[in-house]
C-alpha cells in the first residue's frame, strides 16, 4: 500500500482540494490504479444537512451519500466514481467507536482517542488502500485545528507503521505578497511547517500557493528553513484560467519524477495527451453564449460548483465559452434582476421557499420567450408549478413544501417521506434508474432508453396532475421503473425547455460532460444565432 497525504496550513480555502485532485490526476496518468480519501474534522456525520453558505455544493455519490465538494472534484479529475467511505468525517469516526464500545468491543478498556479513534481511522484508511496502487488523502482544515488533531496523529501513525517508502506528506500553505514591498513571504510556511513537525510530521513535498509563481530565491528559503529537497519545493500560482490547468503545472515541475523516486513506484512518465486536447479545446473557442444561473445562493458560487464544472466541460465539448450571468432569485422577484439578453437559463436545486417565486417568474420568462431552459431538481419543481399556475389555470398551485395546503399540490411529499423524523441521509438519494422515452430530445442527448442519474429530494410531481398536464403540452419523457415518479418533461412547441428531477451535473466530466447542459449550450447557441439572424 502507498499514500500520499495532502496537509494544508496558514489559512484555510488554499486550494487542498485542487493540489490532491491533481497529485492523484498525475499519478493516474502514469497508469497507476489511484483512489482519493477527504478527510473532514466536522462532527456532523455528513454534509447532507449543512447550508450552502456554510460549506458550499453538497456533492451525492452513485451511493446516495452527501459529500463535500471537494468529491466532486475528485470524480471530475480522475473520472471515477466514488462511494461515501471515500468522505471520513468526525462523527462517522466517533460514532463506530461509540458503537463499538456499547457492543463491549473494547473489552472493558477505558476508550481514548489514542489508540482507540486513531486505530478507528487507521484500519478504515487502509481498508480502502488495499484494494488500490495509491491512496491520497486530503486532510480538511489546517494544521493546528484542534478537530484534526486525531487525524494527523492518525497518519503520523500510519507512516511509522508503513514506512517512508511508503507514506509521503505534502504540505499545501500560502505564500502571501506584501504589496507594500512586493517580496514573496515565507515566514507562513515557516510557522506552518514548524507546526506540522511539532505533531511528529516531516513533510516530504511543500507545494507553495501565491498569486505568482515561486521565485527561486523563495524556493530556496522554504528549502532550507523547513527541510526539503529544493525540487520538492513546488510552486502553485492561481491557474490563469482553469482549475484544470494545475496537474500540467505539477507536470511541468516534474512533481511525479519526485513522488515516483521517493515511493519507489517505478512507473514512467504521465499521458495527459487527452486532458492537454480538452484544455486546448477549452482556450480556443469559436464563439459564445451567456447562460443565467437563477438561484439563491448565488452570493456563494461554490453553491453551484458542480453546474460550473459542467459548462466548462461543455465549453470544451463544442468549443463555445459559456459566460454564466449570476441571477439572485429574490431580487429577480422585485424586479431588481433581469433575464435580457441571455441565451439559455438555469434554474439549480435547493431547498426551502425563499427565493421561490422569482425561480417561478423566471421559469414562465423562459417559457414564454421561448428561451432556452434547464430546471434540475427544484428547478423542475418550479417549472412544473408555474405551468400549473398558467397554463392549467390553477393560480394557487404550489409545493407543499412551501404551502401544506395549497388547493394545488402539484408538487407534493413522497409516500415513504411521510412519517421521517430524521433530516440527515433520509432523501431519495445516489444513482437511480431513468426511463427514457425515445422520440424525445431526452433520448437524443442521451441515445439510450435507461440512465442512472444521481437524485436529492423529498417531493416529487403530484401524478394526480400528470394527465392534464401532459394534454396541455408538458410531457414527461422520463420516468422511474414504476413509471409513478416523473424524472424528465419537456414541453412541446419549444426549442429547449427541459426539467429533470435528477442532478445531471453531479456526473458530468472534463472529456464526457453531462448531457443535459451540452444540451441546452447546443440550444442557447442556436437561439444566439436566430437573434442574430
Given at each position: 500500500?502507498?499514500?500520499?497525504?495532502?496537509?494544508?496550513g496558514v489559512?484555510?480555502?488554499l486550494?487542498k482540494?485542487?493540489?490532491?485532485?491533481?497529485?492523484?490526476?498525475?499519478?493516474?496518468?502514469?497508469?497507476?490504479?489511484?483512489?482519493?480519501?477527504?478527510?473532514?474534522p466536522?462532527?456532523?456525520?455528513?454534509?447532507g444537512?449543512?447550508?450552502?453558505?456554510?460549506?458550499?455544493?453538497?456533492?451525492?455519490?452513485?451511493?446516495?451519500?452527501?459529500?463535500?465538494?471537494?468529491?466532486?472534484?475528485?470524480?471530475?479529475?480522475?473520472?471515477?466514481?466514488?462511494?461515501?467511505?471515500?468522505?471520513?468525517?468526525?462523527?462517522?469516526?466517533?460514532?463506530?467507536?461509540?458503537e463499538?464500545?456499547?457492543?463491549?468491543?473494547?473489552?472493558?478498556?477505558?476508550?481514548?482517542?489514542?489508540?482507540?479513534?486513531?486505530?478507528?481511522?487507521?484500519?478504515?484508511?487502509?481498508?480502502?488502500?488495499?484494494?488500490y496502487?495509491?491512496t491520497?488523502?486530503e486532510?480538511?482544515g489546517?494544521v493546528?485545528?484542534?478537530?484534526?488533531?486525531?487525524?494527523?496523529?492518525?497518519?503520523?501513525?500510519?507512516?511509522?507503521?508503513?514506512?517512508?517508502?511508503?507514506?509521503?506528506?505534502?504540505?499545501?500553505?500560502?505564500?502571501?505578497?506584501?504589496?507594500?514591498?512586493?517580496?514573496?513571504?515565507?515566514?507562513?510556511?515557516q510557522?506552518?511547517?514548524?507546526?506540522?513537525?511539532?505533531?511528529?510530521?516531516?513533510p516530504?513535498?511543500?507545494?507553495?500557493?501565491?498569486?505568482?509563481?515561486?521565485?527561486?530565491?523563495?524556493?530556496?528559503?522554504?528549502?532550507?528553513?523547513?527541510?526539503?529537497?529544493?525540487?520538492?519545493?513546488?510552486?502553485?500560482?492561481?491557474?490563469?484560467?482553469?482549475?484544470?490547468?494545475?496537474?500540467?503545472?505539477?507536470?511541468?515541475?516534474?512533481?511525479d519524477?519526485?513522488?515516483?523516486?521517493?515511493?519507489?513506484?517505478?512507473?514512467?512518465?504521465?499521458?495527459?495527451?487527452?486532458?492537454?486536447?480538452?484544455?486546448?479545446?477549452?482556450?480556443?473557442?469559436?464563439?459564445?453564449?451567456?447562460?443565467?444561473?437563477?438561484?439563491?445562493?448565488?452570493?456563494?458560487?461554490?453553491?453551484?460548483?458542480s453546474?460550473?464544472?459542467?459548462?466548462?466541460?461543455?465549453?470544451?465539448?463544442?468549443?463555445?465559452?459559456?459566460?454564466?450571468?449570476?441571477?439572485?432569485s429574490?431580487?429577480?422577484?422585485?424586479?431588481?434582476?433581469?433575464?435580457?439578453?441571455?441565451?439559455?437559463?438555469?434554474?439549480?436545486g435547493?431547498?426551502?421557499?425563499?427565493g421561490?417565486?422569482?425561480?417561478?417568474?423566471?421559469?414562465?420568462?423562459?417559457?414564454?420567450?421561448?428561451?432556452?431552459?434547464?430546471?434540475?431538481?427544484?428547478?423542475?419543481?418550479?417549472?412544473?408549478?408555474?405551468?400549473?399556475?398558467?397554463?392549467?389555470?390553477?393560480?394557487?398551485?404550489?409545493?407543499?413544501?412551501?404551502?401544506?395546503?395549497?388547493?394545488?399540490p402539484?408538487?407534493?411529499?413522497?409516500?415513504?417521506?411521510?412519517?421521517?423524523?430524521?433530516?440527515?441521509?433520509?432523501?431519495?438519494?445516489?444513482?437511480?434508474?431513468?426511463?427514457?422515452?425515445?422520440?424525445?430530445i431526452?433520448?437524443?442527448?442521451?441515445?439510450?432508453?435507461?440512465?442512472?442519474?444521481?437524485?436529492?429530494?423529498?417531493?416529487?410531481?403530484?401524478?394526480?396532475?400528470?394527465?392534464?398536464?401532459?394534454?396541455?403540452?408538458?410531457?414527461?419523457?422520463?420516468?422511474?421503473?414504476?413509471?409513478?415518479r416523473?424524472e424528465?418533461?419537456?414541453?412541446?412547441?419549444?426549442?429547449?425547455?427541459?426539467?429533470?428531477?435528477?442532478?445531471?451535473?453531479?456526473?458530468?466530466?472534463?472529456l464526457?460532460?453531462?448531457?443535459?447542459?451540452?444540451?441546452?449550450?447546443?440550444?442557447?447557441?442556436?437561439?444566439?444565432?436566430?437573434?442574430?439572424?
Amino acid at each position: 500500500m502507498k499514500f500520499i497525504i495532502v496537509t494544508g496550513g496558514v489559512i484555510s480555502g488554499l486550494g487542498k482540494g485542487i493540489t490532491t485532485s491533481s497529485i492523484a490526476k498525475l499519478m493516474q496518468a502514469k497508469g497507476l490504479n489511484v483512489i482519493i480519501i477527504k478527510i473532514d474534522p466536522y462532527i456532523n456525520y455528513d454534509a447532507g444537512t449543512m447550508n450552502p453558505y456554510q460549506h458550499g455544493e453538497v456533492f451525492v455519490l452513485d451511493d446516495g451519500a452527501e459529500v463535500d465538494l471537494d468529491l466532486g472534484n475528485y470524480e471530475r479529475f480522475l473520472d471515477i466514481s466514488l462511494k461515501g467511505e471515500n468522505n471520513i468525517t468526525t462523527g462517522k469516526i466517533y460514532l463506530s467507536v461509540i458503537e463499538k464500545e456499547r457492543k463491549g468491543e473494547y473489552l472493558g478498556k477505558t476508550v481514548q482517542i489514542i489508540p482507540h479513534v486513531t486505530d478507528e481511522i487507521v484500519e478504515r484508511i487502509k481498508t480502502i488502500g488495499r484494494n488500490y496502487d495509491l491512496t491520497v488523502i486530503e486532510i480538511g482544515g489546517t494544521v493546528g485545528d484542534i478537530e484534526s488533531m486525531p487525524f494527523l496523529e492518525s497518519m503520523r501513525q500510519l507512516r511509522r507503521e508503513l514506512g517512508d517508502e511508503n507514506v509521503l506528506f505534502v504540505h499545501t500553505t500560502l505564500v502571501p505578497i506584501i504589496d507594500v514591498v512586493g517580496e514573496q513571504k515565507t515566514k507562513p510556511t515557516q510557522h506552518s511547517v514548524r507546526e506540522l513537525r511539532s505533531l511528529g510530521i516531516q513533510p516530504d513535498i511543500i507545494v507553495g500557493r501565491c498569486r505568482v509563481p515561486l521565485t527561486n530565491e523563495t524556493k530556496e528559503k522554504i528549502s532550507s528553513f523547513c527541510d526539503v529537497p529544493l525540487n520538492a519545493v513546488i510552486s502553485a500560482p492561481d491557474a490563469k484560467r482553469s482549475i484544470y490547468e494545475v496537474p500540467v503545472m505539477f507536470e511541468e515541475q516534474k512533481l511525479d519524477e519526485y513522488i515516483d523516486k521517493k515511493l519507489k513506484l517505478n512507473r514512467g512518465s504521465p499521458n495527459l495527451n487527452s486532458w492537454k486536447e480538452f484544455l486546448s479545446n477549452l482556450y480556443t473557442p469559436e464563439s459564445d453564449v451567456t447562460i443565467a444561473i437563477v438561484g439563491k445562493y448565488v452570493n456563494l458560487k461554490d453553491s453551484y460548483l458542480s453546474h460550473m464544472e459542467s459548462f466548462i466541460h461543455v465549453s470544451s465539448h463544442l468549443r463555445v465559452k459559456v459566460n454564466i450571468k449570476w441571477v439572485d432569485s429574490e431580487l429577480y422577484e422585485t424586479g431588481k434582476e433581469d433575464l435580457s439578453n441571455v441565451d439559455g437559463i438555469v434554474i439549480p436545486g435547493g431547498f426551502g421557499q425563499r427565493g421561490t417565486e422569482g425561480k417561478i417568474l423566471a421559469a414562465k420568462y423562459a417559457r414564454e420567450n421561448k428561451i432556452p431552459f434547464l430546471g434540475i431538481c427544484l428547478g423542475f419543481q418550479m417549472a412544473v408549478v408555474e405551468f400549473s399556475r398558467n397554463v392549467l389555470g390553477y393560480r394557487d398551485a404550489n409545493s407543499t413544501e412551501f404551502i401544506p395546503d395549497t388547493k394545488h399540490p402539484v408538487i407534493d411529499l413522497m409516500e415513504e417521506q411521510r412519517n421521517i423524523d430524521k433530516y440527515g441521509g433520509t432523501m431519495r438519494l445516489g444513482a437511480q434508474k431513468v426511463i427514457i422515452k425515445e422520440n424525445s430530445i431526452s433520448y437524443s442527448l442521451y441515445n439510450k432508453t435507461v440512465i442512472y442519474e444521481r437524485h436529492r429530494h423529498r417531493y416529487e410531481v403530484n401524478p394526480k396532475y400528470i394527465e392534464e398536464m401532459e394534454r396541455a403540452g408538458m410531457i414527461f419523457t422520463g420516468v422511474d421503473e414504476t413509471g409513478i415518479r416523473m424524472e424528465i418533461f419537456e414541453l412541446k412547441n419549444h426549442p429547449f425547455y427541459i426539467g429533470t428531477q435528477f442532478h445531471p451535473e453531479f456526473k458530468s466530466r472534463p472529456l464526457n460532460p453531462s448531457r443535459m447542459h451540452l444540451g441546452l449550450v447546443k440550444a442557447a447557441m442556436e437561439y444566439k444565432r436566430s437573434k442574430i439572424r
